[in-house]
Each structure stands twice: as C-alpha cells, then as structure tokens.
C-alpha cells in the first residue's frame, strides 16, 4: 500500500508522536508499504536525529505563540501540493496530529479520493488545563470534548493507542470506529544499555540508588510529584537521586520546585538524549524507573524500560492502565506520595526483588513488539481502503485483549 501520513509534529520534535510515526513507519516499510510523511520543517535542528529524510516533506512553518518546541505549517503551501500528490496515487491518508494537520488531511483525501483515518494520541481533556490555567477546569474540559468529538467524526476511522482512551472518546459521543492499536516496541530498543557508562559520564556514583524518569519535561507529565516522592524516599534512602531525562516548559518551575525541597543537588536534568546512542544508556543507569503522569494515552518509555530490564514503579491511569500488569516488572503505586515512595524503597533497597523484576520486565515488553503492532495497522489500513468498505470496526491488539466495537 501506498500511505501518505501528515502530522503537526516531527522530529527533532521529540515526544511520543514522533516516535510513534516513526516506528510504525519502519515496521510498515519492512512489511512492503511505502510510506510518505508531510511535516513541518524546523529549521536548523535543536536536536540532531539521525533518522533518514526522503520520506519526509518538510513544509515551511513558523513559531507557535508560547510554545518554542512547535510549527504551524503554512496553509498555502501544503494546498500548493494537491497536483503532486494526486500523481502519487496514495490509498490512504493517515492524520497524526488534530491541528494543521488534521484538516490539511481531511482535503488531501477529499481531492485524492481515499479514506482518512486519525491517531488520536494526546488526552487533551486533561492536557489543555496544564497550560491555560485561568480558564475553568471544567470550561476547558467541554471545549476539549467538544473539538475532539468534532474531528474524530469526520474520518472514517480512528487509531486509540489504548482501550482507556477510546472509552473515552465514546463518552464524548465519538461515533467513528475506533481502533485499539498501541505503538509497539522496536527490536534496537532492547539493546543493552550501559548504566555504568551513563553514570560516569554524569558524575554518579556506581553504587548511587538512582530513580530515571524519562519523557518530556512538561506539567500534564506530574514530574512534582516524583520530586515529592524523592523528598519522602530520601528519609530512608539517604543517597538516592533522580535523573530527568527530556526537556519541555515546566523545566524552570521543576528545578525552583527541588530547590525548594532541598534537592537541587540530588535531581539531575540532562535534557534531550539521542534515542539511540544514549537514552538507553540512560534507562539502564536507573534502579528503578519512576512514572507518575496521569494523561498518557499508552506511556511508551514504560515499555521501553521494561525492554531494558528496569523494574517500574507508576502510577497506572488511563493508557498505563493497559500498559502495566502489577508484578510483571511494575509495582503499580496508588496516587499518594506515600504509597509510590513505598514502593521505591522496597526495590531501591532490594536487589534481588530489582533482579527478579527486572527479569519478568523483559519478557514482559517481548509481548508488545512493533512488528505485530504494526501488522494490525496494516489490516486496519487494508480493509479501510477495501472497494465499498470504508468504515469498519474496530479491533484490539493489546495484548490478551479482544475485539470490541
């Protein structure tokens, strides 16, 4: 098949859409397909990603007001591509992102005749408060249903990362089939990092009890509330630490928050690290990786972890919740402080149970490869762009789920 995906985001943009695209890409591209990916240009990288371009369709963009990581691609350009890629003969188009994104594609496959699908990867009922904190909550959270249900009606089809995120899209009165299709895990994920290499280079000591937390550095991701969490583990654990992989806008109220609680010099922001020659570095140096969001769609550096043998302690809330099976390398911690801070020690001051767990987290994540997740995209994509089939029901592919409308 021939697929043309368009989204608001792409790397250098590190975050979990861009690494979503792109694995799904890799898989579907080893299968047979082809894939094009229209996404913004952002000038000189930030952020060098050793990722190959000629896929990719940079479109000139320009900055987002408040928001430096992001570009709004511009309109007449991307409209200024219709004739090109009519010629490519697409079969399907695959919008990632509800912005520009989102209704460029609606016209791209309106003019090239094709089906539309939509990954709907970012819980924006919960996210939109983090940032426009004078408006009310629940204000927010109507104009959240409100455009998602809008949108999600207009494709033929959507892709949920997990069975929670599309239970809520139904709430919202989402009337388009929906499929439960979780980014998976690639192999290169499962490399052994070097945890003692990571170390060193940052100045930690080997036998340091270190807590990793990876992912962007942003206010939905409840990164204070692991900072509270170190204050309370520290009490029994003198010399643990807690290391902040990833970069975002609550970096600058995150580091007065530790300052605050006595722990500027026992949290360790290293910002953004190529995911391949150092993040996994980086999860391996943990003894225990730590995860308190409460909006993830699926929570992939839960996995990630887990492929490289570091035991888990999160919180298990929406997406996580299909992600993490208590015992199978997780400590699933309830949302208080006290209660994760428990469950830290107990591996940080145990290194059997850090053994043991780590060991069933490995052949746990085996369970979420991107091949057979991707091989369920595939069909998705195929019965869509099927003659006189263009909607259909939708599956589940986590792992021992089952299909469901």
Known sequence: MNILMISDV????????????????????????????????????????????????RIPSRRVPFDPEDRLMRWNVLMGLEGE??????????IQTPFVAHYAGLRLARLLGVPCLESYH????????????????????LLARTFSRSQCNRVDALISPS???????????????????????????????DGVRFRARH?????TPVMVYVGRVAFEKNIAFLLEVLSTVKKQVPDALLVIAGEGPARASLEAHARALGLAQDVRFVG?????????????????FVFASRTETQGLVLLEAMALGVPVVSLA??????????????????????????????????????????????AYAEEWSAASMAGQLARCYGALSAPKRRRIGGMSAVPGGEERE
């Open 203 to 207: 100045g930690i000591g080997a036998g």
């Open 10 to 57: 792409y790397f250098p943009r590190v975050n979990g859409v861009s690494t979503s695209i792109l694995t799904f890409r890799d898989e579907l591209e080893a299968m047979g397909h082809r894939v094009t990916l229209i996404a913004p240009d952002y000038g000189a990288p930030a952020v060098r990603v050793p990722v190959r371009e000629d896929w990719v369709m």
């Open 317 to 362: 809330v929406m997406g996580t919740k299909d992600v993490l099976r208590e015992g199978e390398g997780v400590l699933i911690a309830e949302d208080d402080v006290t209660d994760f801070a428990g469950k830290v020690e107990r591996l940080l001051r145990d290194p059997v149970l850090r053994q043991s767990m780590g060991e069933r987290a490995v």
């Open 122 to 141: 970012t819980f924006f009922e919960e996210y939109l408060y983090c940032y426009i904190r004078f408006a009310p909550k629940p204000l927010m959270r």
């Open 163 to 193: 069975r929670a995120m599309r239970d809520e899209l139904l709430a919202y009165g989402v009337r388009t089939p929906i499929h439960v299709i979780p980014t998976g895990i690639r192999r290169e994920s499962a490399v052994r990092g």
């Open 272 to 288: 953004y690290l190529d995911r391949r020659a150092e993040l996994p570095h980086c999860y391996r140096a943990g003894n225990v």
């Open 85 to 94: 890629l009519a010629r490519a003969a697409f079969d399907l188009v695959h």
